[in-house]
């Protein structure tokens, strides 16, 4: 669910109208005009290294400038804003947040930044650039003398804080932070504005091996890397809370507003242990064990971090390996399912001595028989996983340092698949027949912590069915049946679209037809006295009236139902005796008027990317494929229209909010669709700059989204999300980019990881959270479904096995298990579909609308493929295979036998399992 932050002018156009003469930039917000506060000019110091050109403020030698060498028009912070920023209680890198105490002591806290004092400058050194005394502005009573020193090291820009014990008693510090104020505020920038001038933060929380990569929004290099210096591990990553909605004891907060424009700025952590004594508590598992660190009197101890730029996002990996810094990679990734083994390849100046899983026996890792050793020094180890739910991987090298890895375990994929179906259709199916609303039957968001179906909720959608929040669970319902459908599921399923989804919450006839509601629940009191629970807040926004809750204008809402009718539609195409209510041409007709009123009812946020808008695309195939070209033409102008509108624009991802990440996937398919291949690369380069590889579960492939916990979750604020729908979703443009360039192996991993992600929410009975919590005063999955479904919409269309022949790694398989026998590769599928594969040698993209594939054989000197298939079933009698070369220099294929008809080759299964075989021309 997303919102308008301020409002937005209505577009009374038809698609038809759609040109760039005609249609204002989407790419900037509607800014309200009010004079804004003049501040007087900050002085700042210039300085120079071989890699930076940077600006230290003149009163406290924090950083106000960090401009790499030979950029133009862009800062990593946010140096435009730094008068504003000026006065007490703002943040700054530089600055120092401290909390210790004394033998008996209570904990106390410190920060550099509350209560500005004046600074004593010290004299330099060989390298330095400046130093300071910056005790005085710590505040009071504090037992230690903190020195801060700016230095280019060889070149290499460090900032490096020297703490020393002055007291007569040993000094336990239990918080060690370090402010990392980066430029990602978008609030008052255009679209445009914002790619080029901000970027986002990922952190890699891997204690000594741990660092922070800062991209910019365009995707463009270079990126900032910052690394550790010895003794500064990244145990946390803590946000630095607004102090208008900090608690009131924390004094670790910063005045910049916290807002869907502006995530908030975090403090890399070294020591957390007086955070787990009292804030974090109640929390769950953080990514590491929290430490604190003692000084005897008299003793010192440094801390610090170095900065360096790496030339592009794809050359991180090869830069930290530059700087003799620790580097893991996963393959496939870091959500393992317990029938799949999986590879950790690690290059690291010194040699690993110690391996620990937590839990114990949760992670096994066996060095390869060849010493493990691959091309370019890489160590290559097998990961085998057993139990549940999130593990640590501690790894101890001789040089002592530790790194550690965060996994996710899970069930095998297709039983993690049938839990979300059966949960959502049993534990959610909700059937009132006095309910009002008309909601029944239905599939309610359901709360997990109260184990109950959701009837009520002031945000009216969370149990209207619809926009994100209550369409979730429906939504993984329908799209779970694609792949894996379960006969009384999807009877349920086709009961719901006929009864409750058209005519209610879809209008049924008249002008409108196909338009879509925001919402079928409603708040009325008059009309329902007595219906509404009076513990519920009911007097804020989001308690829609009838007629707000009946509004068709909300274009987000209509990829939802199309999903619903497009999967009845191949359901009832491609299988025996599964949909009985209707034909598949009235479910596909259904779908294809879901679109079009979309354009005709809903032309403003039509302009934008839709989330699932991926599923149009297939719509407007399947209209080709069934013959009716009418309403494939008529859908296909209108798409177009969208496209030759973003085409005309540089980076055309406008929605509801300043800032997203929610319509790239579709603007990349139909970009990629219609031929406009410079928009295309573009959109990709643009998703990799939100969307990171970091070897953690949660971060890994974790596109970046920070508000819709308002909109969908159980706990409501601002908060980086891991895996919320985001995650899952642009994975499926990354792999069709794969597709495209199989040599660029980082597309795959990122995508596979933001796919993977989107599995995790899944519990061990099948129900989907919104997302996981990522600020380490919870650390959990969010008790209630939310939009979860968007997220395993992306999952569930993009599940499939890989097949790639590495430089270094050698031969792996994403979503398969990979050996190989002399010329002879043969790949076992385990994805959650096992209905896609892609062997990327031969660019040789092999689908299955109907049918399942065992295994397949690749032959590496002939490059013939020979695929198993699973034996038919009641519902499943045939297989209906389509195959296409998707890189320029592939060679087309033939098959063997079956027949050709709808876009794809049909084939009749038998008892036993079926070969076919595929031959390159």
């Known amino acids: 669910m997303k919102r308008v932050t301020r409002p937005l002018p209505f577009l009374a156009l038809a698609l038809a109208a759609l040109t760039p003469a005609l249609v204002p930039t989407l790419t900037a917000r509607a800014q309200e005009e009010k004079p804004k506060p003049v501040y007087p000019p900050i002085a700042k110091t210039a300085m120079q290294t071989p890699t930076f050109d940077l600006a230290l403020r003149a009163d406290t030698q924090t950083l106000a400038s960090l401009v790499p060498k030979g950029v133009q028009g862009f800062d990593f912070v946010p140096a435009a804003r730094e008068a504003e920023r000026a006065a007490d209680g703002y943040v700054h890198i530089g600055d120092l947040h401290l909390r210790l105490r004394t033998p008996g002591g209570a904990w106390q806290d410190f920060s550099s930044a509350a209560h500005r004092r004046q600074i004593t400058a010290l004299r330099g050194g060989k390298g330095v650039l400046a130093a300071a005394d910056i005790t005085a502005s710590m505040g009071q009573g504090l037992p230690l003398r903190v020195e801060r020193r700016w230095l280019d090291d060889k070149g290499v820009l460090a900032m490096r804080f020297t703490l020393v014990n002055t007291s007569q008693q040993p000094v336990e510090i239990g918080v060690l932070g370090m402010p990392m104020v980066f430029d990602n505020i978008i609030q008052d920038r255009s679209l445009d504005q914002a790619h080029q001038q901000a970027s986002f933060v990922d952190p890699y929380i891997g204690r000594d091996a741990g660092y922070l990569q800062v991209t910019r929004l365009s995707g463009e290099g270079p990126a900032l890397l910052v690394l550790p210096e010895k003794g500064t591990p990244l145990e946390a990553y803590k946000p630095i809370f607004q102090k208008a909605w900090a608690r009131k004891d924390d004094h670790f907060t910063d005045n ?244 409750t989804v058209i005519g209610n919450l879809q209008v049924a006839e008249g002008e409108h037809q196909g338009a879509v509601k925001k919402s079928i629940f409603y708040y009325d009191p008059k009309e329902f006295p007595d219906y509404y629970d009076p513990k519920i807040n009911w007097k804020t926004w989001t308690s829609w009236s009838k007629k707000d809750a009946g509004d068709l204008g909300r274009s987000y809402n209509y990829p939802h139902v199309a999903i619903g009718e497009w999967v009845l539609y191949r359901l009832a195409r491609d299988n025996r005796g599964l949909v009985t209510q209707h034909d598949w041409k009235y479910y596909l007709t259904w779908a294809y008027r879901t679109t079009v009123a979309m354009m005709r009812d809903a032309p403003y946020y039509a302009e934008f990317g839709q989330m699932e808008g991926d599923v149009f695309l297939d719509i407007l195939k399947d209209l080709k494929h069934e013959g009716m070209s009418a309403e494939a033409s008529e859908m296909e102008a209108l798409m177009k229209a969208r496209a030759d509108h973003w085409r005309s ?252 008809e709808r876009g794809a080759t049909t084939i009749a299964l038998s008892a036993s399992p079926s070969h076919v075989t595929l031959t390159p021309r």
């Open 256 to 499: 910049t507003p916290r807002s869907q424009v502006f995530e908030g700025f975090y403090d890399w952590t070294v020591a957390s242990k007086g955070f787990a004594e009292k804030e974090w508590a109640k929390a769950g598992r953080e990514w590491n064990a929290p430490t604190s660190l003692t000084l005897q009197p008299g003793e010192s101890r440094s801390v610090g971090m170095r900065f360096v730029t790496s030339p592009s996002i794809r050359a991180i990996e090869d830069t930290l390996a530059a700087y003799k810094r620790p580097v893991a990679v996963g393959i496939p990734g870091y959500v393992v399912p317990t029938d799949q083994t999986a590879s950790l390849f690690l290059k690291a100046p010194s040699k690993v001595t110690g391996i620990e899983s937590f839990p114990s026996g949760a992670l096994t890792l066996t060095p390869e028989k060849s010493a493990g050793k691959t091309a370019g020094g890489w160590v290559r180890y097998r990961v085998k996983a057993s139990g549940w739910g999130r593990a640590r991987l501690t790894l101890t090298y001789a040089d002592g340092q530790k790194q550690t890895v965060s996994y996710y375990i899970t069930k095998p994929l297709e039983q993690v698949v049938a839990d979300l179906g059966h949960f959502t259709t049993h534990q959610q199916w909700f059937e009132g027949k006095d309910d009002p609303f008309h909601r029944s039957p239905a599939i309610l968001s359901y709360d997990r912590e109260e184990n109950r179906i959701i009837t009520q909720d002031a945000r009216v959608w969370v149990a209207g069915m619809s926009d994100e929040g209550g369409a979730g669970s429906w939504v993984a319902a329908a799209i779970k049946q694609l792949d894996n459908p379960d006969p009384e599921e999807v009877a349920r399923l086709e009961t719901l679209v006929n009864t």
């Open 649 to 900: 624009m540089k980076y055309p991802f406008g929605s509801e909010m300043a800032w997203d990440s929610t319509g790239q996937p579709e603007v990349y398919a139909w970009m990629d669709y219609f031929g406009y291949k410079p928009q295309a690369d573009e959109t990709r380069e643009v998703i990799l700059g939100y969307d990171p590889t970091i070897p953690s579960w949660g971060y890994n492939g974790n596109a970046r989204r920070y508000w819709d916990f308002l909109y969908g979750g159980k706990v409501s604020r601002i908060e980086r999300q891991i895996h919320h729908y985001g995650s899952a979703l642009n994975a499926v443009p990354l792999f069709t980019a794969f597709r495209h360039d199989p040599a660029d192996f980082h597309l795959l991993r990122v995508a596979y990881g933001g796919m993977m992600g989107g599995i995790t929410n899944i519990d061990q009975q099948g129900f989907g959270s919104a997302a996981f919590h990522s600020y380490p005063d919870m650390m959990k999955w969010d008790a209630i479904t939310g939009d979860y479904g968007m997220g395993f919409y992306g999952h569930a269309i993009a599940s499939a096995t890989y097949l790639v022949d590495h430089p270094q790694f050698g031969w792996l398989g994403f979503g398969g298990d990979v050996a190989v026998k002399g010329a002879t590769v043969h790949v076992v599928p385990r994805d959650g579909a096992r209905r896609r594969l892609f062997i990327a040698p031969a660019g040789l993209w092999i689908t299955l609308e109907a049918g399942k594939i065992a295994a397949a054989d690749y032959d590496t000197k002939s490059g013939k493929v020979v695929l198993t298939l699973d034996p038919a079933s009641a519902i499943a009698p045939i297989a209906r295979i389509a195959f296409a070369t998707t890189t320029t220099d592939g060679r087309p294929y033939t098959i063997d036998t079956g027949t050709n």
